[in-house]
Each structure stands twice: as structure tokens, then as C-alpha cells.
């Protein structure tokens, strides 16, 4: 997909998934580094598309079939990291932050699309062979669900504001520098000066480091 046709791809309305209190504390103990690394993958409230095993029979598979490699991974982020397409993924982190003039896909100018490829993986994790996952020439893309608007003018915040003051302040013009009176200017040398610390040598100042 190139970028002309990815500018106008159709906005995708999907449904957000609403976290229960317990999904709640479950992304709440998820360690820091992996928890912003799920919201840039929109994998913090991934919704699943249908599945024609249950969530106890997927669980059997991940512990009983997947390679060690990927239960390590899987496990780190608080929903798994390999079970999402793209077409599964969730609110971005600006909408999470109630930040949707900022919203990832409309800054984007459009979704995030997928190939339609993936690999196959040995047990220790290296790449085996290609699958191509369609052939119908359908991407699997990620719209960010949250309901706000991905086109048209942006909802006003703090980016809007802050773009709005920075022009306005450029517009005025630069007030002409006040010219000193060199007669009236105090003899800085005559007057004492506060707060004077005594030179310390190198070794000496570095010392107070430690």
C-alpha cells in the first residue's frame, strides 16, 4: 500500500474494548518498560476478533506448543504480545490520555497497515520460512478505536493552544532593545559582590563530588 492510498484509506469504526476491574490491575502490574512498549503497539486493551477456541484451549496451546521464546515474551505484557493482528489492536496512547487531538492515526495521516506476511519460528526462535497470511489483497490494519475523529479539523488541547500562542507571539512585532545610558550605568567594579565562592582547585572541587 503506498502512502497516497494509505492518506485516504476509509476510517475503520471498530468497537474499544472497556477494561475490567481486574484487567485494570492486571496492566497495572505490568512492569514499566513493557507497559509503554503495549500502548505504541495498541496492545494495552486489544480486542480479539473471533476464535474458534476457547480462551482455555488457547491457554493449553501457548504452555504445551509454543517454543519457550515466545511464552517468555507472551507473558511479559499483560493481555500476551504474539496473539494480535493488526485489525485486533486497540486505543493508542494519546486517547488513552484523553489526548484525541493528538491522536496516533490521525497524526499519521492513516492506519497502520500489515503485509499480510509472517514467519514461522524455530524453537529457538529464528525465522524458518514466510507465510502469507491473505492472498485477497485486503490489509490487516490498525485504526485506533477510539471514537474521536481520525480526519477533518482537530478537537482543541493543549497542542492546539500552545500552536496557537507560539503563532500569535510570532506574529507580533519584536519590541526595539532599550538603549543603556553609559553615564548612568553603576560601576560594577565599586559594588560588592554577593554570594562569592572561594576558587577551589580541580582535584579539590571533584573530590566534593564523591
Not at 503485509?115 to 490489509?139: E, F
Not at 560601576?187 to 576558587?199: E, L, Y
Request: glycine residues 8%; hydrophobic residues 35%.
Amino acid at each position: 500500500m503506498n502512502e497516497t492510498s494509505r492518506a485516504h484509506f476509509p476510517v475503520i469504526r471498530r468497537p474499544q474494548r472497556t477494561l475490567t476491574p481486574e484487567e485494570h490491575e492486571t496492566v497495572r502490574r505490568t512492569a514499566l518498560l513493557n507497559f509503554q512498549g503495549g500502548m505504541i503497539m495498541g496492545i494495552i486493551d486489544p480486542v480479539p476478533n473471533p476464535s474458534p477456541m476457547s480462551e482455555e484451549e488457547g491457554a493449553r496451546v501457548r504452555e504445551r506448543v509454543w517454543p519457550a521464546f515466545m511464552t517468555e515474551i507472551d507473558r511479559k505484557y499483560p493481555f500476551g504480545f504474539w496473539r494480535w493482528s493488526m485489525c485486533e489492536r486497540g486505543t493508542c496512547w494519546n486517547c488513552l490520555a484523553k489526548r484525541c487531538d493528538l491522536c496516533v492515526h490521525r497524526q499519521e495521516g492513516g492506519p497502520h497497515v500489515d503485509d499480510n506476511t509472517d514467519w514461522v519460528y524455530g524453537a529457538r526462535g529464528q525465522g524458518v520460512a514466510k507465510v502469507i497470511l491473505r492472498t485477497d489483497d485486503a490489509p490487516c490494519v490498525w485504526w485506533c478505536r477510539c471514537p474521536c475523529a481520525k480526519d477533518g479539523p482537530a478537537p482543541d488541547g493543549p497542542a492546539q493552544r500552545r500552536r496557537r500562542a507560539k503563532q500569535a507571539a510570532a506574529a507580533k512585532p519584536e519590541a526595539a532593545p532599550a538603549q543603556e545610558d553609559g553615564a548612568a550605568r553603576p560601576d560594577r567594579a565599586a559594588a560588592p559582590r554577593q554570594g562569592r565562592r572561594v576558587p577551589q582547585s580541580v582535584d579539590e572541587a571533584q573530590y566534593t563530588l564523591f
